[in-house]
């Protein structure tokens, strides 16, 4: 089977100071990845770089998406090829609204235009599912959002562009239980799709309870200390991040 997502032994980081310190991960569909790990392990690095945010710089190694090399390929065109981004802290964008901005970028892409067709009818159904008010289409986009709703939103964007590879960057951090069942429901309703596939960053073994996935890769001091599957998460709540830190030295 092909692989969606192959990283092999990737260095990379910032100009100034290198955050990823070969890092190699294989990931195919149907699959749902965890990344967990202390606060600046670089787990969100992992996730621009894969996104291919240009503030980030890959030094040595490959990112292959459907075995294809896109190491080198703008974020734009690895959106267009099926990479999902949603952010830690979804950005404000005043004049354009959620509705507009999701048609857009489906109509920025030839080979979606078929679904503008169904776009209204998705939107509805997507919006029911999240449990989200309608109104909140016509709404500027994040703009006045609470953390919840921008939370929601992002995973809206998910739903609707039902990207072959969605990154979720601490999606489920500051959400009450009521916010937390509903993005868990947009998240199953994403993994029903098996020809897709997920990583989940997060802070939080409880959600792991609730959520359906394949692997756990604990990110330290940029390197994947330990992959493995449930019995991960019995060490984190034992020893946390701490036994990972102690192994490495
Ligand atoms: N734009 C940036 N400028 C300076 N340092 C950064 C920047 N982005 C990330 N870092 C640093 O890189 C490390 C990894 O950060 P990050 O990937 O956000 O960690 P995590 O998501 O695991 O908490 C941290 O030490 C952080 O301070
Ligand atoms: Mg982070």
Excluded: C, W
Aim: cysteine-free.
């Amino acid at each position: 089977m092909t692989k969606i997502l192959q990283i092999n032994d990737l260095f990379a980081g910032l100009e100034e100071k290198e955050l990823l310190h070969g890092i190699s991960l294989n990931i195919k569909p149907g699959e749902t990845h965890i990344l967990m790990g202390p606060n600046g392990a670089g787990k969100s690095t992992l996730g621009h770089v894969i996104m291919g945010n240009p503030s980030y710089e890959v030094t040595s190694g490959q990112i292959l998406f459907e075995g294809e090399d896109i190491t080198e390929l703008s974020a734009d065109k690895r959106a267009k090829k099926g990479i999902f981004l949603s952010f830690q802290s979804p950005i404000e964008v005043p004049g354009i609204t959620l509705s507009n901005f999701l048609r857009s970028v489906i109509e920025s892409n030839p080979d979606r235009h078929a679904e503008i067709l169904n776009f209204k009818d998705r939107l509805e159904e997507n919006m029911k599912v999240l449990k989200m008010d309608p109104k909140y289409a016509k709404r500027d986009l994040n703009v006045g959002f609470s953390g919840g709703e921008k939370k929601k939103a992002e995973i809206l964007q998910l739903l609707m562009l039902n990207p072959k590879l969605a990154i979720l960057d601490e999606t489920d951090s500051g959400l009450d239980v009521d916010a937390m069942k509903t993005i868990l429901s947009g998240v199953e309703r994403f993994q029903k799709d098996k020809t897709r596939a997920m990583i989940i960053i997060t802070h939080n073994t409880k959600i792991l309870e609730k959520v359906h996935f394949d692997k756990i890769h604990v990110l330290v001091d940029g390197k994947i200390a330990k992959s493995g599957g449930a019995e991960i998460i019995d060490e984190i709540n034992k020893s946390g991040f701490e036994g990972y830190l102690a192994d490495k030295k």
